[in-house]
């Protein structure tokens, strides 16, 4: 959710949301680094870094490997979760597409999976029959849709459908589940954002005046808007009610592509030049002769090709750190199409992280503050592409997102006060009673003055 659309533009068009800012708290909420959903959720809820868990997004690299991955899923992620801490103190939870939430697994009530489930064929629930009375309460589930597609009518029809039946299935499990800690995720709202801002977006390079779809994004806040009422409708003023974004969004205005930037700076090299635009082929690569390469996304990966680390690595350890400060330093001074300066942010994991586990890039890269997506793909004719390189996708995620706090009984009277992703597990816990563990880096939200 975009705090500038909650906050200024739609606001006065969400009636339940904007009754839950006058009587409580809200602000902008920090995301984490990088604010992907995953791992920004599950820094969200357990208030501990990416590297501290391993996770840099949905793929990584296995190990070195040139070309071996794997994709985030639960049984990636130790650390301990807001639920978990709720369980010990005897609380029944009930959680609902939460990513990662799949493979499903144990917990003390109700788990369904999120966006990543395959398919409802699989098992997507705990415990498992939970799926059959899914499947009584709305038909067929839908944990996500597609969304980059240029059937924008098919698109829109699809994430309604999906969101109705997530919401059936909330207020269902409200009503006949005992739980003490409830938690949904709805990924509808960043289907939209991605499938649907360069039609209200004036600023957009994209946008066409008088489209079809202009009023699309406005009108799915003010459905969604509605949904939270439903909700609202049905809890009693003993429960405390929080509203969260793990990221905000913002207009995309292009894609660059990184590798064929690197090949063009020569720290990539190639056995053969593409003949067109391509997916990036680890087997064109020529590795005896590569210092680095990249990998795409809404963020950029880089990875050094290092002697002793990888399988044909050419850079010396002793020239590590000298070699990964000059791309640095090369990709920082790298401008827009028209010659624009960008405001590119360039990190090395272990210095923005307490600890850096797991396969982590050896820099990760914010093209224009994350406004220019980054295109892995090569053989394009421009570095500077208008649009995302594997499908339509208008916009990109921003660092601010947001959140509301409403205690029914202790009314805060539509204080604003910015926070941070990691101050989320501390605040709930806090608000049930509960000890909050040293190891968390964040603090409760309602803590201070």
Known sequence: MAPELLFDKFRNKLPNLSRLMEKGQ??????????ITIPAWMVMSTSTSPGELGLYGFRHRKGFSYKDGWIANTTRVNARKIWDYVSDAGGKVCLIAIPPSYPPYKVNGDLIGCFITPDVSKQYTYPSELADEIRNVV???LVDVEFRLDDKGGTLKSIYDMTTKHFEVIKHLIKTRDWSFLMFVEIGLD????????????????YVPGNKYENVVEDYYIFLDKKVGEVLEILNDDTIALVASDHGAKRMKGCFCVNSWLVQEGILKLKKSPRGAEPFNEDNVDWENTIAWGWGGYYARIFLNIRGREQLGTVNQDDYERTRDYIASKIKSIKGPNGENWDTIVFKPEEIYPEARGDKPDLMVYFDNLSWRSAGSIGHTS?????????????????????????????????VKDARIYDIAPTVLSLMGINVPNQMEGKPINSNP
């Not at 809200?26 to 604010?35: H, I, K, M, N, T």
């Not at 289907?191 to 994209?206: C, P, Q, V």
């Open 191 to 206: 289907r939209i954002h991605h499938a649907f801002w360069r039609y209200f977006d004036k600023e957009h390079h994209l």
């Open 139 to 141: 038909g067929d589930y």
């Open 26 to 35: 809200y602000g902008r909420l920090e995301s984490s680094d990088p604010a």
């Open 383 to 415: 570095l500077y592409l208008p649009e995302n390189d594997t499908g339509p996708d208008d916009c990109v995620h921003s660092k601010y997102g947001i959140y509301i706090l409403y205690d029914p009984k202790k009314p805060r009277d539509g204080k």
